[in-house]
């Protein structure tokens, strides 16, 4: 499930997984923009460890969004 956490302007695209794993998708203004959340759909991507609100998390370079809802 993707959703948006936080508050303006420091909102993330989050990524929620059936194993209670959480990712921030890295995505480019034309990508976050078609993007229309909460939004069940399968992500794929790189994923590496940055930070995000001052604590290390697991983010995903995201290469493609897949689902029946966009």
Known sequence: ???V????????IVLHTDDRNTYVLVLDDEERGRLVT???ARVSGRVYVDTWRGQPFAHIDVISVD???Q
Not at 5 to 12: D, L, M, S, V, Y
């Open 38 to 40: 909460p939004l069940s």
């Open 67 to 69: 689902s029946s809802d």
């Open 1 to 3: 499930m993707i959703n």
């Open 5 to 12: 956490w936080g508050a303006e302007p420091f909102t993330g």
